[in-house]
């Protein structure tokens, strides 16, 4: 159980164009999601979290009109890089939290994007 | 400020045993997670501790101080697939995980 899928797994994009990322619980709702983005040979950064039905909270220095997550449904949250740069190239991680261990995030297997 | 520290890197031979430590400071504290992130993949849950003592979970085991703000990840017969980063994370009082930087654990023959 507590399996989540990520989509697309990597895709590469032209600078100025916008990629959705989408994130779902395959078995279980997940009350909360939150996105990661993960730069080669470092920490995992928490950029967001988001609730079902509700506007997501972002974190300190994380443009929220650049990074659009919308959490439509207790299994579904996307994340859309708007008007990608080369520099938005990253692994972007997804997590979802809910089920029967409810406070353990379980990640999505991750989508790698790069921006020429 | 709210604080994980765990070693950065860390080397030990297949077929022993090695220990992963990690100390926090943070506001409030609602449970320790381990995880396991290969190079270039997505970190998988190992476990959870929020009561004080050992989880043991086949060859991995963690194990939980609260009074001292310690845990430590414990791998057992090690394989060459264990060779990963292993990073320690606290939920605090908020329910937010606090991240530590990771351990880079290289396993040689």
């Known amino acids: 159980g507590a399996v989540v899928s990520q989509h697309p797994s990597w895709v590469i994009c032209k600078s100025g164009t916008s990629v959705k990322i989408e994130c779902r619980s395959l078995?279980?709702?997940?009350?909360?999601m939150f996105w990661y983005r993960q730069f080669p040979k470092q920490s995992l950064m928490l950029m967001a979290t988001?609730?079902?039905?509700?506007?997501?909270?972002?974190e300190q220095g994380v443009e929220k009109d650049k990074f659009l997550i919308n959490h439509a449904s207790l299994t579904l949250s996307t994340l859309t890089v708007t008007s990608a740069h080369p520099e938005d190239s990253s692994f972007y991680i997804c997590?979802?939290?809910?089920?029967?261990?409810?406070?353990?995030?379980?990640f999505g297997p991750g989508t790698r994007l790069t921006v020429l | 400020g709210q604080n994980i520290d765990q070693p950065t890197e860390m080397t030990a031979t297949e077929g022993a045993i090695v220990q992963i430590n990690c100390t926090y400071q943070?506001?409030?504290?609602?449970?320790l997670f381990w995880y396991q992130q290969h190079a270039g993949e997505a970190p998988t849950f190992l476990s959870y501790?929020?009561l004080d003592g050992l989880e043991e979970k086949g060859r991995f085991s963690s194990f939980l101080s609260r009074s001292k703000g310690y845990s430590y990840l414990l791998l057992k017969e090690l394989q060459m697939k264990d060779s990963a980063s292993y990073l320690c994370?606290?939920?605090?009082?908020?329910?937010?995980?606090?991240w530590g930087a990771g351990t880079k654990l290289i396993i040689k023959p």
């Open positions: 997590s979802a939290r809910g089920g029967r261990e409810a406070d353990t995030q379980y």
């Open positions: 994370a606290v939920m605090d009082s908020n329910y937010q995980l606090i």
């Open positions: 988001s609730n079902e039905g509700s506007k997501a909270t972002y």
């Open positions: 943070t506001s409030g504290f609602n449970g």
């Open positions: 078995d279980f709702q997940a009350t909360t």
């Open positions: 501790n929020v």
